[in-house]
């Protein structure tokens, strides 16, 4: 099975501030690599696609990169709405997600 | 608009069955597949099952042998058999579409809660 590990757990930030999250896949996954923003009562939703693959209707301060086994999912500039948990999730072999990024706001 | 909707979660002892459905629309279950994440208490995402176009069934190692998945084209749903439930099957049960060979999932539903506990 694919292990995926996501740094850090928890990041607080302010409005305004850039961050990035990383996550690594215990081997090579080639783009297989999708970024889910998650809040509480709400469905999840898909940020990012085939690593760097802007999905329909999200916003462009949103960005991803990385191949193999690294990965980057980057917000330009925190906005209010974006303090949530976010998820990685490999589609290579079967699907596997990293353990969450909880955003909160500093 | 693409919509997915879930329903059945609830209540249910060790040992018990409970069955979710996914109600879905704007698009037809047939055309794509559609899978089942869940996310425990205060854990992460743990993906479930998947149905795929032809109609054959996934499964996760941790529900295989007590989980079934099936659908109704008529009906444009999809069904999550849950059998010999264990207390670590609790859990918000959402139903998601999910794009063919790229495998990431596009939409997702709001979820539904299923508690197995004495």
């Known amino acids: 099975d694919i292990q995926m590990t996501q740094s850090p757990s928890s990041l607080s930030a302010s409005v305004g501030d850039r961050v990035t999250i990383t996550c690594r896949a215990s081997q090579s996954i080639g783009t297989y690599l999708n970024w889910y923003q998650v809040k509480p009562g709400k469905a999840p939703k898909l940020l990012i696609y085939s690593a760097s693959s802007l999905q329909s209707g999200v916003s462009s301060r949103f960005s991803g990169s990385g191949s193999g086994t690294d990965f980057t999912l980057t917000v330009s500039s925190l906005q209010p709405e974006d303090f949530a948990t976010y998820y990685c999730h490999q589609s290579s072999e079967t699907h596997s997600f990293g353990q969450g990024t909880k955003l909160e706001i500093k | 608009e693409v919509q997915l909707v879930e329903s059945g979660g609830g209540l249910v002892q060790p040992g018990g069955s409970l069955r979710l459905s996914c109600a879905v629309s704007g698009f037809t279950v047939e055309s794509t597949y559609v899978s089942w994440v869940r996310q425990a208490p205060g854990k992460g995402l743990e993906w479930v099952s998947v149905?795929?176009?032809?109609?054959?069934?996934y499964f996760a190692d941790s529900v295989k042998g007590r989980f079934t998945i099936s659908r109704d084209n008529a009906k444009n749903m999809v069904f999550l058999q849950m059998n010999s439930l264990r207390v670590e099957d609790t859990a918000v049960y959402y139903c998601?579409?999910?794009?063919?060979?790229?495998?990431?999932?596009?939409?997702w539903g709001q979820g539904t809660l299923v508690t197995v506990s004495s």
């Open positions: 149905i795929y176009r032809d109609g054959s069934p």
């Open positions: 998601a579409r999910e794009v063919p060979v790229d495998g990431y999932f596009d939409s």
